[in-house]
């Protein structure tokens, strides 16, 4: 009997993006898998159900994941959810599992191999599996087009017969993948971009795209980065001397757009808000990191806030607002490593503990929290 892969219908209210793709369907058929659609998963992301049936899925309800293998989510299942779910079925989702060691804990008791995309290795074999750079991308975009439609002027300079009117400023704080799609939005619809960011290799990157890089560079902002390409958390004294660098900077800008995350930590807290009282009327902030606390002091999550006179707009999900194109990168993530998984032969799902790509994303297999992260090898009911 075939494998059975399970796409799930997202549950949590502003979770717009599917787990799965047309192209990712007929991938996944060509693994010799079935495919069991949930009833009404892809319509947020402009993918009707008769679409799925017509590269060879079935359309089912929550109860047939009871009988699959394989389930596809965009983010991690619920209590409720896992209840569903077959004693050795591999889950693979963005889990969020950092702060979450109850749900983790849930998810072995259940007995299931669970895999977190967003811990996927930044390594050369899993670039086409890395689920942070799709959906940062994407982000940055979009963090741009709300800034834009919210900010009442043009964003490039425009020189008419009545006038000249100038290139709108924006500030790029955190130059990774979200923070360098920001910068070339902002840079394609006209403004006048600059960016900071405390990892050394950043300037260059933020100069090949034509923005002015601002940081305060001393000898710790030089060995500021991590192996893993991530930024360090910079001493006490650093971040006064970045901080009274960027304050300045701030109160010139029209729009600031913060990008800064560090895994399995809380936000760092970039704009006070007498850096935002400081900004011209009008001006717009976006904060990307809202949902680990927020970059921005007044940030309101799902809303656009007036803080000290500057709109602060606090989107969770920001990928997630335009679906159609998350939905189709997040779907090729998940299917280029589940392929991984994948014995040609037997045409079943075999999973290999020593592979490099497991290691780093399995939380949860056979009633234990494996990951050392969250806990090692403890049982999954202690």
């Known amino acids: 009997m075939a494998n059975i892969v399970f796409v799930a219908k997202e549950i949590t209210d502003d979770e717009t993006r599917v787990a799965a793709s047309v192209e990712t369907v007929k991938k996944i058929k060509s693994f010799g898998f079935d495919v069991v659609v949930e009833a009404g998963a892809g319509t947020l992301s402009r993918i009707p159900d008769s679409e799925f049936e017509a590269v060879g899925a079935a359309i089912g309800a929550f109860t047939d994941a009871a009988s699959a293998d394989v389930i596809l989510k965009v983010r991690r299942p619920s209590e409720s959810e896992i209840s569903g ?13 950092y702060g979450n060691d109850e749900a983790v804990a849930a998810m072995a008791r259940a007995g299931l191999s669970t895999f977190a995309m967003e811990l996927m290795p930044r390594i ?31 964003m490039p300079m425009m020189m008419t017969a009545a006038g000249t009117i100038p290139a709108a400023k924006v500030f790029v704080m955190g130059a990774g993948v979200a923070g360098l799609q920001a910068i070339a939005t902002a840079r394609r619809l006209g403004a006048a971009v600059s960016a900071t960011d405390v990892r050394p290799a950043a300037k260059e990157q933020v100069a090949s795209l034509g923005a002015k890089f601002i940081a305060a560079e001393d000898d710790e902002f030089k060995a500021a980065e991590t192996a893993g390409g991530y ?93 159609a194109s998350a939905s189709a990168l ?9 392929e991984t998984m994948v014995n040609k032969e037997t045409k079943s799902v075999v999973l290999n503990l020593e592979d490099e790509l497991i290691r780093a994303t399995m939380l949860t297999y056979a009633g234990d929290v494996v990951h050392p992260a969250f806990g090692g090898a403890k049982k999954g009911d202690n």
Do not use: C, W
């Open 330 to 338: 997040y779907a090729k993530n998940l299917v280029t490593f589940l």
């Open 85 to 97: 779910y077959k004693t050795g079925a591999v889950v693979i989702a963005i889990m969020d599992p």
């Open 124 to 154: 050369t074999r899993a670039q086409s599996m890395d689920v942070l750079s799709s959906q940062a991308n994407l982000a940055g975009y979009q963090a741009v087009i709300e800034a834009a439609a919210i900010y009442d002027r043009a």
């Open 231 to 323: 930024a360090k958390e910079m001493s006490a004294d650093y971040q006064a001397k970045q901080a009274a660098l960027v304050a300045e900077h701030i109160a010139k800008q029209d729009i600031v757009i913060t990008t800064a995350l560090i895994p399995g930590r809380p936000a760092p807290r970039l704009v006070s808000r007498a850096m935002l009282a400081s900004m011209k009327p009008g001006a717009i902030a976006v904060d990307l990191a809202v949902e680990r606390g927020g970059n921005i002091e007044g940030v309101v999550t799902g809303q656009v806030a007036d803080v000290e006179g500057v709109k602060v707009v606090g989107f969770a999900n920001m990928a997630g607002r335009v679906a």
